[in-house]
């Protein structure tokens, strides 16, 4: 966890406004995923990705796009901010070289969009 | 689609005691791997224990083990002599052996309460 945060840590927006949270980590892990955790449906992943310019879509991906121009930083973007976006965001990395299976997580970014 | 269940929203255990928290998964795969994850309420996700599907053994780590049924499709956590600073909601969490994504897939939580 010390490897890993997340900026910023709590955002107040309005609706339609765009809004770009960022996950930066210090331990050279290949993959870094973001997730939103919800009450009632625990962590859903958003996308992830596998590499510089490497991304994918995870199952929850509708209004959101994603970047990772350097190793160390996975940026999600939300285009136009909706009410249903409000959600505490994770970002989380791994490596099959060092973490194998397991993923650490940072801090968590609590977003509300009004 | 594989699924995670954790069936119990809540639970709560006197201080010092033993508690159990279920977790069920739904896959046809044989390899895979299981996880349970704390999050206190500062939020923060942190690993408590993980298990090979491959492997016949409970993982235990300290207080904390696991009863891992592969025919049940059942993955219980017990945590023994329970402290206060093991309040926190845990998750259940599955990954499929073969998935190059190294995606998660999670069970909804369970809250546990400590009391002292």
């Known amino acids: 966890d010390a490897g890993i945060t997340q900026s910023p840590r709590h955002k107040v927006t309005e609706t339609g406004t765009p809004v770009t949270l960022r996950c930066h980590q210090t331990?050279?892990?290949?993959?870094m995923y973001w997730y939103r955790q919800d009450p009632g449906h625990g962590l859903r992943l958003i996308h992830y990705?596998?590499?510089?310019?490497?991304?994918d879509k995870g199952e929850v991906s509708d209004g959101y796009s994603v970047s990772r121009s350097k190793t160390e930083d996975f940026l999600l973007t939300l285009e136009s901010a909706t009410s249903s976006q409000t959600s505490v965001y994770f970002c989380?990395?791994?490596?099959?070289?060092?973490?194998?299976?397991?993923?650490?997580f940072g801090p968590g970014t609590r977003l509300l969009v009004l | 689609a594989q699924t995670v269940t954790q069936s119990q929203p809540e639970m709560s255990v006197q201080e010092a005691e033993t508690v159990t928290l279920s977790c069920t998964y739904d896959?046809?795969?044989?390899?895979?791997?299981l996880f349970w994850y704390k999050q206190p309420p500062s939020r923060q996700m942190i690993l408590v224990i993980r298990q090979e599907a491959y492997k016949q053994q409970n993982a235990t780590e300290n207080r904390f083990s696991v009863n891992f049924q592969k025919a049940a499709k059942s993955f219980s956590l017990k945590i023994s002599d329970s402290q206060l600073g093991d309040a926190a909601m845990y998750f259940c969490a599955y990954r499929r052996l073969r998935d190059s994504n190294y995606q998660l897939i999670w069970g909804a939580g369970t809250k546990l309460i400590i009391k002292p």
């Open positions: 990705s596998y590499g510089v310019k490497d991304t």
């Open positions: 989380a990395i791994s490596d099959p070289a060092s973490t194998g299976e397991t993923q650490y």
């Open positions: 896959t046809s795969e044989s390899d895979y791997y």
């Open positions: 331990e050279n892990h290949r993959y």
